[in-house]
């Protein structure tokens, strides 16, 4: 089962999924920016030539609790936004979505 939410954080529109997966639940914090995820997925997966920037944050259940995690990983999109380890998933976000490229 998928569940899709919209979220509004920092004055702006995302979606949250939820994916109801044994064992693990699924959630992602998506914009036409940015990509925020769990570290269930690689980032490898990602590290194709999006336009969007794409974060991994430790594992938290909870689209809150996302937003609390630490980065442990992003793409190069991210990188060149000011993404750093360890900051918050939050803060990470944030600094791609105001970004103006």
């Given at each position: 089962m998928v569940e899709v939410k919209s979220l509004q954080l920092f004055d702006k529109s995302?979606?949250?999924m939820y994916l109801h997966l044994p064992g693990y639940p699924l959630y992602m914090i998506i914009s036409t920016k940015t990509i925020l995820a769990q570290n269930m997925l690689d980032i490898n997966y990602f590290r194709k030539e999006l336009p969007v920037s794409v974060i991994i944050c430790e594992y938290r259940y909870g689209f809150q609790a996302m937003l609390n995690a630490k980065v442990i990983?992003?793409?190069d999109a991210a990188r060149a936004h000011g993404v750093t380890l360890e900051m918050k998933g939050?803060?990470?976000l944030r600094l791609c979505e105001n970004?103006?490229?």
């Open positions: 995302f979606i949250g990983a992003m793409n939050k803060e990470a970004s103006t490229s």
